[in-house]
């Protein structure tokens, strides 16, 4: 049978054997969370460099391209992909919003470049200075006929009756009061009325952000190929873009964790 001093020993040896284990068990638990969160933060910064790198290599290519109108786009494409991106991502309320968006955004680079590519393509190897024909030239005779012809046509044209046809004045309505102009964002891609306003409204001050980069770039180039390839390009690369947008949005970055973290006790 043990003495009082002896028990009362014991007990202290088993109170500082679990004060030790107690302490040991916060020690180990504190060094974990600081392991944890150290490498959290590494992981951090990892990501944050990664995201700068991939965010300078948007446009990866850093040696010329054969073609003019590529090297070209791919400034342009610097100069707006982080304004997309950040307005693109600016609509998280409904991807219905970021539909209409890249919609109208497209729609709109295709109707300010159709008609200059059209007449670009059209008037190709034409020349509003070109020189007359060799036989108006050829003799006081010739010349004197198709300048008589010439004005015969002229007058021809003056005596004419000319038909003014009034239907559709509406639409023929020349504006010259406030109430008579059009709003601006209601006409910006109005084959698209149907489609998300959000979406439009943030489109149509987009556009009017970079619309001015494209229309400079594009009036850059002479050869009608290079303007061929920059607006087709242009395009493509639109749509690819807005891809990826929506795939970055989609992604949840989750925090990292370990099997240890996981099995204490919280």
Do not use: W
Not at 21 to 38: A, G, N
Not at 57 to 69: A, L, V
Not at 172 to 183: A, G, L
């Amino acid at each position: 049978m043990l003495t009082y001093k002896e028990e009362s020993r014991m007990k202290e040896k088993v109170i500082g054997e679990a004060l030790v284990r107690k302490y040991i068990r916060k020690k180990v638990r504190t060094m974990l969370h600081e392991h944890k969160k150290q490498q959290f933060l590494q992981e951090t910064r990892l990501r944050k460099v990664i995201r700068k790198l991939l965010k300078e290599g948007d446009i990866s290519d850093m040696h010329p391209h054969r073609s003019t109108g590529i090297n070209v786009l791919e400034d342009v494409l610097k100069k707006m992909i982080t304004t997309l991106r950040t307005d693109y991502k600016r609509m998280t309320t409904s991807k219905v919003q970021r539909e209409s968006f890249r919609a109208h955004m497209i729609s709109a680079v295709k109707k300010a470049l159709a008609p200059a590519l059209v007449n670009d393509t059209y008037l190709q190897g034409t020349s509003m200075l070109a020189e007359p024909p060799v036989p108006f030239e050829t003799s006081d005779q010739k010349t004197y006929g198709k300048e008589e012809e010439l004005v015969s046509e002229f007058r021809a044209l003056e005596e004419a009756d000319i038909e003014v046809d009034l239907e559709g004045e509406e639409e023929k309505k020349i504006p010259v009061e406030d109430d008579d102009v059009p709003d601006e964002v209601e006409q910006f891609s109005a084959e698209l009325s149907d489609m998300d306003e959000t979406g439009r409204n943030m489109a149509f001050t987009t556009f009017k952000k970079i619309s001015q980069y494209i229309l400079d770039a594009y009036d850059m180039l002479a050869d009608v190929e290079d303007k061929k390839i920059f607006v087709d390009y242009l395009i493509t690369n639109l749509k690819l873009y807005f891809d990826k947008f929506e795939d970055e949005l989609q992604k949840e970055v989750t925090e990292p964790s370990t099997d240890q973290y996981d099995s204490m006790p919280k």
